[in-house]
């Protein structure tokens, strides 16, 4: 059984650039949720999505952004991108039926923003 | 707003020693998350603490969650090098499964 997975494991980019990172869930959650990771700090929420809708919103600007898939994969947008981008993106998948009670963590995709 | 606030921030142990890392949140929460992370790598799920009075163990570390004072406790036992890593507490900010995460304490197990 795959776990969660996350691509790509590692992106530079340039400031004012756009990326998108992907993220699959683990077989059988149908929630993913993103947080941002900078260097020495706890993750923080950026949003939640479910049946192809974002539920939750972290204190996040506009130039992120996230989609669901039917197949409940998920990819997070981030427009205009920042020095502050710079961090490590990481996905959790959950299952609603299940009350969301163990979230599984992707591998992460580190982006560094020049 | 929910807070959550972990205590030390950073730990040096010997090995053999025991030691206890603090986790305090300032509102009602359904659940509080223990995860371990090592140098550059994801979470890795240690604890989910469901109640309150809620204990859990696995191997040389112990969870408890007391949710009338807010406060869960991961106890280390005989600490080992391969223990050394971060460690985050997190509880959910509603019954939707967002997370908020403390701020991490980072342990080294010295021999």
């Known amino acids: 059984d795959a776990g969660v997975t996350q691509s790509p494991t590692h992106l530079i980019k340039t400031r004012g650039q756009q990326v998108t990172l992907r993220c699959s869930p683990k077989?059988?959650?149908?929630?993913v949720s993103w947080y941002q990771q900078a260097l020495g700090q706890g993750p923080q929420f950026i949003f939640q999505?479910?049946?192809?809708?974002?539920?939750q919103r972290g204190n996040f600007p506009d130039r992120f952004s996230g989609h669901q898939f039917p197949n409940y994969s998920s990819e997070l947008n981030v427009n205009a991108l920042l020095l502050g981008d710079s961090a490590l993106y990481l996905c959790?998948?959950?299952?609603?039926?299940?009350?969301?009670?163990?979230?599984?963590f992707g591998p992460g995709t580190r982006l560094l923003v020049l | 707003e929910l807070k959550v606030e972990q205590n030390p921030l950073f730990l040096s142990m010997q090995e053999g020693k025991n030691y206890t890392i603090y986790c305090n949140y300032s509102?009602?929460?359904?659940?509080l998350y223990w995860y371990r992370q090592d140098p550059g790598k994801s979470l890795e799920s240690l604890f989910v603490?469901?109640?309150?009075?809620a204990v859990k163990q696995e191997g040389r570390l112990m969870a408890s969650l007391d949710t009338k004072a807010r406060l869960s406790t991961l106890h280390i036992t005989a600490a080992v090098h391969d223990l050394s890593a971060t460690y985050f507490c997190?509880?959910?900010?509603?019954?939707?499964?967002?997370?908020?995460f403390g701020q991490g304490t980072e342990l080294s197990v010295k021999p």
């Open positions: 959790a998948s959950s299952s609603r039926s299940a009350g969301r009670e163990t979230q599984y």
């Open positions: 077989s059988g959650h149908d929630t």
């Open positions: 999505y479910y049946e192809e809708e974002e539920r």
């Open positions: 509102t009602t929460s359904d659940r």
């Open positions: 603490l469901l109640s309150n009075g």
């Open positions: 997190a509880a959910v900010y509603n019954q939707g499964g967002k997370l908020i």
